[in-house]
């Protein structure tokens, strides 16, 4: 089981940028797929993004596209997540995860590792 940990949360402004960073130790980080998903207060985890084992393949919600760029080093067992334009709608909790899959899922089920999460508060 791979272990994952959440980092580069925090307090902005509307129209910044934060770049999160999900950091993996265990089984071999390049074989699987990885997403980024996020909970705010009251509301069900919802996908983000997405990236292949190989950062071949991308995928990201309609409410981030254009915005949020999701990308990986598997040399360095990392996958960041770039968020520009920020909007109060982006304040949630972000959890990083991994699939065993390899490949682009966006199914919350389909993923079998899951980092404790890390706030990210967008202010107006």
């Known amino acids: 089981q791979v272990q994952l940990v959440e980092s580069g949360g925090g307090l902005v402004q509307a129209g910044g940028s934060l770049r999160l960073s999900c950091a993996a130790s265990?089984?071999?980080?390049?074989?699987?797929?990885m997403g980024w998903f996020r909970q705010a207060p009251g509301k069900e985890r919802e996908f983000v993004a997405a990236i292949s084992w190989s950062g071949g393949s991308t995928y990201y919600a309609d409410s981030v596209k254009g915005r949020f760029t999701i990308s990986r080093d598997n040399a360095k067992n990392t996958v960041y997540l770039q968020m520009n334009s920020l909007k109060p709608e982006d304040t949630a909790v972000y959890y990083c995860a991994a699939a065993l899959s390899g490949f682009v899922v966006v199914s919350i089920k389909m993923y079998d590792a899951w980092g404790q999460g890390t706030q990210v508060t967008v202010s107006s």
């Open positions: 265990g089984r071999t980080f390049s074989g699987y797929a």
